[in-house]
């Protein structure tokens, strides 16, 4: 079955520096998309950033960006100059191998904790 | 101010006892979608919309039914709600092409 993986159950990082949060993923599809969300400890999701597999650039959004390796499947979320408000879990998703793109497949999330 | 609105927040309530979670949008979105998260298997879709009148099924669509009547709802209903229902809800859209889902708030729903 086709899979996203995070392999980071928890992560640390100052305020204020950079830090990267991993996400593989199996498809053999050669057209897909990557979504990266955020969930603070409210609850809410929060969509941060989207990556198309053809998109020529790796995608940025403020303070967020991807380091997107197709060959790797992997699609890393950057966040630099963290804030405290950063502290949260982050859920890497992409639709379904063959499937439409508005039925994702999850990973399982990586906390994040700012550290003042 | 564009979101998603869901309700309730919290319900506690009965096994068997038939209840409705509420979702609409203001936003206009074609795409629709109810998630359900749990703790060591993250989220899984249970069902979602892709225009009015338009459903198909997600990973765990047993136990719900959900209709696309307008636009701009879709509620979730649980005809005969079971503890392992027990979850937080949540429901979210989207427009058509590659962009994300706007999600609501969340429900966290209980059955004794």
């Known amino acids: 079955a086709q899979k996203i993986t995070q392999t980071q159950p928890g992560m640390f990082v100052q305020e204020k520096e950079a830090v990267t949060l991993d996400c593989t993923y199996d498809t053999s599809d050669q057209s897909y998309g990557l979504f990266w969300y955020k969930q603070p400890s409210s609850g809410e999701m929060i969509f941060l950033i989207y990556?198309?597999?053809?998109d020529e650039q790796n995608a940025t959004e403020g303070r967020y960006s991807l380091n997107f390796q197709k060959a790797r499947k992997s699609a890393n979320l950057v966040i630099s100059a963290s804030q405290l408000g950063d502290s949260a879990m982050y859920f890497c998703a992409m639709p379904p191998q063959g499937g439409n793109n508005r039925k994702l497949i999850w990973g399982l999330g990586t906390s994040l904790a700012v550290n003042p | 101010e564009a979101q998603v609105t869901q309700n309730p927040r919290y319900l506690i309530t009965v096994t068997g006892k038939k209840l409705t979670v509420t979702c609409s949008q203001n936003m206009n979105h074609e795409y629709m979608s109810w998630y359900r998260q749990d703790p060591g298997l993250g989220l899984r879709q249970i069902y979602y919309s892709m225009n009015v009148e338009v459903t198909d099924k997600g990973d765990v669509p047993e136990g719900y039914k959900v209709s696309r009547k307008e636009k701009r709802n879709f509620p979730l209903i649980l005809e005969s709600p079971s503890p392992n229902q027990t979850s937080l809800y949540f429901c979210a859209s989207s427009p058509a092409g590659p962009y994300g889902y706007t999600f609501g708030s969340g429900t966290r729903l209980t059955i004794v």
């Open positions: 990556q198309g597999s053809y």
